[in-house]
């Protein structure tokens, strides 16, 4: 392929420019975009995020603006618009032709992680009262403008309320005089408009969908989401529910990109609510002071039994979380996780239980380290152990469904959150049982 | 739309059975799925995951088996292929006709989660010489047969290498009688067969791609992977990520469907990884025991202070896996991470340190807890908390690094991996400090 440089320096493709973009700061992608090999430009600004299209644009020429938006479908400049000031988003909507205009402001209108936010309003209608041979023609036509309406055409009535789909496949292998009405799927997995993303995206991959119509209240509809729109919020959902999950609220932008300070304002709030959180095992350590003075060996265990705690509670809550963001698990499964985590539990703290008691024995054994009282020690060790990775594991498994049921996000009971609450349980088990076992012995 | 019930009892629609499927043991499956309305159960089918249609279709009749696989992508049939046993699998793949069992067996000889083992054999081939007007015609043929290659044709040479790819909208803004080797995109985005599928799905979100080709070694097309495929990858690989984050191997199949002695088997290897790892904090507090029988009040605090390191990592390992995963971060990234790492580190440890110190003051002036050196106590407690936080901090967002570049999985460095870690290094840094504070007032 011939080259055709764009400007007098060395021209670049698109795959070579897609490599280095990360790593360049804003005024130089500019400098780097205009430097392209003519005709490569319009894909690489299709491929990029919707943030990059913006800081992009934005530092474009009016010329160059009006150029890249209107090689855009209204739903992807809508998602550009989402990202500028409210100042520039009026003066981009301005440069569009007053038909798109009027699209783009309808998806604005509609909350970004909506279905609706990401739908595109192109798609091909078909008549009920059509033929089949007619339907055929009309989509084939349709496909070459817009290459996302090429899997399906919708029937609508008059008032464009959806009455089924028909594939291409289906078109073709029925007789060409038939009405669309009588070949037409009835059965139609639709969204409405309001619906979450997350939502979206669990029936595309539950169905194995390659597009999905969204309708409002009404059912008349009002455009498509395709198979390449989800890819990216299944990315951004799954990035959002792990950061989470380690204790943090979700960032809006990547790690690099984020600006240090907005990061630290993620991270210290729940870091400090943790912290305060778990000041409480300083007050519940404080009521045992007595108990730890006469029998110090106790507080030598401490930080092992209260982190296995942590550790079975994070294991669970992370099963629970992910399975409900799958839609794997719902409310009315409460019972049947409850009984499989209780017998986790039980299991899991058996195992550690008796890892622990060898672990107290073999150490009298080696140094004499514990004492007389050695084998109730080791005793007390292990069933704190079974008791706390018992309350860890269903405690991680419960609270995502506590959480839902009072309509939090489940993901926040993210692993250092499940952590924190069974340390402060986790130390009055061990010295509820220290008790019961040491006591006119040790204490 | 009439409803053609296949059998005596009441017809179910694919929707109405979809809702109630995850609910149901294997027989009540293959009794409900032929309840389904007649030409509902082709699209049901379709949209199953892999393992579901296996265990349906091994519970099916031959005649039931051979109507359903017939309806299926050769890559789909290998994917079924691949989750039954390799008794079932020869049975299957006798019901295939010849060139069909060809592809499939073909396909079967990938790894599952690489680039071969995902694509589909079906595309649109265009000869280089060919013009505009004979592709186009060419491409609305075959969109009739297979909706997969609808988006783009592929340009191969006599070879089947792959010299470039053009798009319907491409050629139908061309003048009709230029050559395909005149328009097409030279500069490609193809993957390798044997890149892992977690690859693919980062090039398919970072370049909004519909398709991308498949190529062997030497440069030969071997097929495409489309949109809708990747959508299952994305879940797929985010789910591995954050059960291994929550510190256990990844299942193997949704959490209710994984029989509870295999879960166990994945839970309990990793518990008893982190709690063997843990045992150290015991020999850890054994060497501090002089120091905290002389100042039982040091004990207190303990919890506290290796809980926060355990926290501040969890952040700093999950932002730094998940920002490698998404191919945001690379190794070469090191040391922008370092520093960054560095300063949140100070900055969180300083803000819980502060809080620590105030803790510690308040209790001594309500409840004159601490005793004369409450002041050095409240010193030793924040200190303490800048040097862990930070330590903790570093530590979780290094690891991936380290297991990076030594091939491992960077995700193995989980929260409670990283919150062992930081326990036992945690406790050494406190009792340090405290000596440091303390000696000859306290200690």
Redesign the interface.
């Known amino acids: 392929?011939e080259r055709s440089p764009s400007s007098g320096a060395e021209a670049l493709?698109?795959?070579e420019l897609?490599r280095s973009w990360?790593a360049l700061e804003n005024d130089a992608r500019v400098q780097a975009y205009r430097r392209l090999?003519r005709?490569?430009a319009e894909?690489f600004f299709?491929?990029l995020s919707s943030a990059d299209q913006g800081a992009l644009l934005v530092a474009l020429t009016p010329r160059e603006r009006k150029l890249s938006l209107r090689l855009l479908a209204p739903d992807d400049v809508a998602d550009i618009l989402l990202e500028v000031s409210p100042a520039e988003q009026e003066e981009l909507l301005s440069l569009l032709d007053a038909p798109t205009r009027k699209e783009v402001s309808a998806l604005l209108a509609y909350a970004e992680d909506a279905a609706g936010g990401l739908m595109s309003p192109w798609f091909a209608r078909v008549r009920p009262e059509a033929t089949v041979d007619e339907a055929?023609r009309y989509l084939?036509r349709q496909?070459?403008d817009h290459?996302e309406t090429?899997?399906y055409g919708y029937v609508l009535d008059a008032e464009q309320r959806l009455l089924?789909v028909v594939?291409?496949?289906q078109l073709?292998t029925a007789p060409g005089d038939q009405r669309v009405s009588d070949v037409?799927?009835?059965?139609v997995?639709a969204v409405n408009e309001d619906v979450d993303q997350e939502e979206v995206?669990r029936l595309?991959?539950?169905?194995?969908?390659?597009a999905i119509p969204v309708v409002d209240g009404e059912g008349r509809m009002k455009g498509i989401v395709?198979?390449?729109d989800?890819?990216?919020v299944?990315?951004e959902e799954?990035?959002e529910?792990?950061?989470k999950?380690?204790?943090?609220e979700a960032?809006d932008a990547?790690?690099?990109r984020t600006p240090?300070f907005s990061?630290?304002k993620k991270?210290?709030g729940?870091?400090?609510a943790?912290?305060?959180g778990?000041?409480l095992?300083?007050t519940a350590?404080?009521h045992y002071?007595d108990e730890?003075?006469r029998a110090?060996?106790l507080?030598?265990?401490?930080?092992?039994i209260?982190?296995?705690g942590?550790?079975?509670g994070?294991?669970a809550?992370?099963?629970?979380?992910?399975?409900m963001a799958?839609?794997?698990?719902r409310l009315s499964?409460f019972f049947?996780?409850t009984r499989?985590e209780l017998?986790?539990g039980l299991?899991?703290g058996g195992?550690?239980g008796a890892?622990?008691f060898a672990?107290v024995v073999i150490w009298q054994q080696l140094f004499g380290?514990y004492g007389e009282h050695h084998l109730l020690l080791a005793l007390t060790v292990a069933l704190s152990l079974v008791g706390v990775v018992t309350w860890g594991t269903l405690a991680g498994a419960l609270l995502p469904f506590a959480l839902r049921a009072l309509r939090f996000d489940p993901a926040s009971a993210s692993?250092?959150f499940v952590?924190?609450l069974v340390?402060v349980s986790g130390?009055v088990i061990y010295f509820t049982v220290a008790e019961l076992l040491l006591r006119g012995r040790l204490l």
Not at 184 to 187: G, L
Not at 204 to 210: G, Q, S, W
Not at 326 to 329: A, F, N, S
């Open positions: 392929m493709t698109a795959v897609s990360s090999r005709g490569e894909d299709q491929g055929i084939k496909a070459t290459l090429l899997y089924g594939s291409l496949r073709v037409m799927k009835t059965d997995i995206a595309f991959a539950e169905h194995d969908l390659v395709t198979a390449d989800i890819v990216d299944v990315e799954a990035t529910d792990i950061q999950l380690g204790g943090m960032l990547p790690y690099l240090l990061m630290l991270r210290a729940w870091l400090s943790l912290f305060v778990e000041l095992t300083a350590m404080g002071e730890i003075s110090v060996v507080a030598l265990f401490v930080p092992l209260i982190s296995s942590g550790n079975s994070s294991q809550t992370t099963l629970v979380i992910r399975a799958l839609g794997e698990i499964d049947r996780v499989r017998a986790s299991a899991l195992i550690l890892i622990g672990r380290a692993a250092p952590a924190t340390d130390l």
